[in-house]
């Protein structure tokens, strides 16, 4: 049993290897960039999960109704150890809030610069994920391009004896490398999309909170109403 697997998984794999040298090199490039943006959309969506981006801010939350009560040291103690991006941003401006050598104009440009620095860390791996967009269809129309120019050769040096069908061959396999890359420019550019607007939305929460913490408003949320 374990020997016919085996026997599976070459013929497999020996399909996929004579599938992509059909391509040419323009194939073999597009294979190696499907590979790495596979690895990069796994990568990002672990690097977001481990950031807090889908834990809905809860904890937040609680620590701001505790901030607006005015328990500011119950409110950054509970923060302390939380790694979300929201967490660390409100930790960050009510530390800033408190320092006494900051004025309300320093708190707040202190707390900005926390924030570009959180953002900057939560975009990473994204030019990757547009660059793979970009490139995909680019390796793809390279690869038929040159395809077509060898078919056309082929043709022009059989002359009056040349073979349509392996014309015909020629062409689809040279078509092979635009449909390749446009596979792997379409998974590439929903997921960029999708990490985009889960970062807009964890900028909003972040702008919002850090606007309650310095200004002193508080919007009262179904979490806190609980709390209490």
Known sequence: METM?????????????AFVSMGGAAMWAIAILSVITVALILWKAMRLLSLGAWSGGKRTDLALGLWANGHKEEAIASLKSRRSLRAMLALAAMQATLKPELDQTAAEAETTRVARALLV???AGLRGLELASTIG???GLLGTVTGMIAAFQALQEAGSRADPAAL????WEAL?????????AIPASIALTWFESV??????DMEDSATQILHGTQQVTPQQQAAE
């Open 121 to 123: 860390r939560a975009r």
């Open 137 to 139: 269809p680019l390796l």
């Open 199 to 204: 970062l807009d939305g964890l900028r909003h």
């Open 168 to 171: 015909a061959g020629g062409i």
């Open 176 to 184: 092979l490398t635009t449909a390749a890359g446009m596979a792997v």
């Open 5 to 17: 697997t085996n026997g599976s998984m070459q013929m497999a794999f020996d399909r996929l290897l």
